[in-house]
């Protein structure tokens, strides 16, 4: 293998090990939510959807991103992130109490 193979060996190798932290955080992420889906369950008043919060999310991961992701991109990202979340704490309703 060439010297640019091996370092291309050496970069996958970086992504895999941040693919693995990745969804271990996404995981974190997704049991939060679900916490939350469970309070929410047992206050009539909460709703799944809360549109101001996610305003909120949102703006957090821009003023985080350094790039070189755009913020369109993350948007794209979490846009998927998001309703996998609401999604999980839908399935706590159609679930026996
Ligand atoms: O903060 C909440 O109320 C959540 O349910 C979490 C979360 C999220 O995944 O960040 C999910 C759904 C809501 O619309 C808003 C935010």
């Known amino acids: ?3 640019a193979g091996s370092e291309i060996e050496q970069l996958r190798q970086e ?9 271990e955080l ?6 939060l939510s679900l916490r939350i ?5 047992n ?3 909460s709703a799944v959807y809360v549109p ?3 305003i909120v999310v949102y703006s ?10 755009s913020d369109s991109a993350l948007k794209s990202i979490y846009d998927v992130i998001i309703e996998e979340s ?8 159609h679930r026996k109490r």
């Open 1 to 3: 293998m060439g010297k």
């Open 15 to 23: 992504i895999d090990e941040i693919d693995k932290a990745l969804v």
């Open 26 to 31: 996404l995981n974190k992420r997704a049991s």
């Open 37 to 41: 889906g469970e309070l929410k369950r």
């Open 43 to 45: 206050d009539s008043q």
């Open 52 to 54: 101001d919060r996610e």
């Open 60 to 69: 957090n991961i821009i003023s985080a991103n350094r790039g070189p992701l």
């Open 86 to 93: 609401r999604r999980l704490q839908m399935s706590l309703y």
